[in-house]
């Protein structure tokens, strides 16, 4: 079951940690780059990196709850994965983002956000059953007060991150499909590396202008 709640805690980092991505700052032009005509503006930036350090705090300070010895320090490495510090890793993130929310065929805004709290309802659902998903819920919860926001504000400003992420995955399983790749414990990291570097020349083709700052 703690190999299943860090899966799911991972998947809720990466949705949070976007919650406020692409949303406001629209008469904000410090921008910090460009991805197919979406901006990404200075305060975005901040936002993110504000975000990412609250993440890490809260998972870090539950990492005995949520991970065995075995895979807690693979989960650690993850967190600095999803969560960076460094500006330029956050600004990376960004760009990522934007670019996945603009791929055709996405879900819509209001499935995004029906998922998204089934999601959250799932966490309610099973908290009284296991003690590591309700460490999970006091995870989220955690979160959303150290960002002071709320979870019905969270569902809605996390809805195009979500969808990119959804985007994400469906490159992800089709570079496995078109790759003719099986997938398991002993390769997943190198698999994953593998995708990356398929993702960074696809970035490559995209309209991307970074500004300096």
């Known amino acids: 079951m703690k190999k299943i709640l860090e899966i799911s805690v991972f998947a809720a980092v990466v949705i949070c940690l976007s919650a406020f991505l692409l949303i406001g700052c629209q008469n904000n032009k410090n921008l910090v780059a460009t991805v197919n005509g979406t901006d990404i503006t200075e305060e975005q930036l901040q936002e993110q990196l504000n975000t990412n350090a609250v993440f890490k705090e809260v998972i870090s300070s539950h990492i005995d709850d949520i991970a065995t010895p075995d895979y807690?320090?693979?989960?650690?490495?993850?967190?600095?994965?999803q969560c960076p510090a460094d500006r330029d890793k956050a600004i990376k993130k960004l760009v990522e983002t934007a670019y996945f929310l603009g791929?055709?065929?996405?879900?819509?805004?209001?499935?995004?956000?029906?998922?998204?709290?089934?999601?959250?309802?799932?966490?309610?659902?099973?908290?009284?059953?296991?003690?590591?998903?309700?460490?999970?819920?006091?995870?989220?919860?955690?979160?959303?007060?150290?960002?002071?926001?709320?979870?019905?504000?969270?569902?809605?400003?996390?809805?195009?991150?979500?969808?990119?992420?959804?985007?994400?995955?469906?490159?992800?399983?089709?570079?496995?499909?078109?790759?003719?790749?099986?997938?398991?414990?002993?390769?997943?990291?190198?698999?994953?590396?593998?995708?990356?570097?398929?993702?960074?020349?696809?970035?490559?083709?995209?309209?991307?202008?970074?500004?300096?700052?």
């Open 72 to 81: 807690k320090e693979i989960t650690l490495k993850r967190l600095d994965e």
């Open 103 to 213: 791929m055709d065929n996405s879900i819509s805004k209001d499935e995004a956000e029906k998922q998204i709290k089934q999601q959250l309802d799932d966490l309610d659902a099973y908290s009284g059953q296991y003690d590591n998903v309700k460490v999970n819920r006091e995870i989220m919860n955690e979160c959303f007060e150290k960002l002071s926001t709320t979870e019905e504000q969270y569902i809605k400003d996390s809805a195009d991150s979500y969808i990119a992420m959804v985007n994400r995955q469906r490159m992800y399983n089709k570079f496995i499909e078109d790759e003719n790749l099986v997938v398991d414990e002993n390769n997943s990291d190198k698999v994953r590396n593998e995708f990356e570097q398929y993702l960074d020349e696809q970035l490559k083709k995209a309209d991307i202008v970074y500004y300096n700052s």
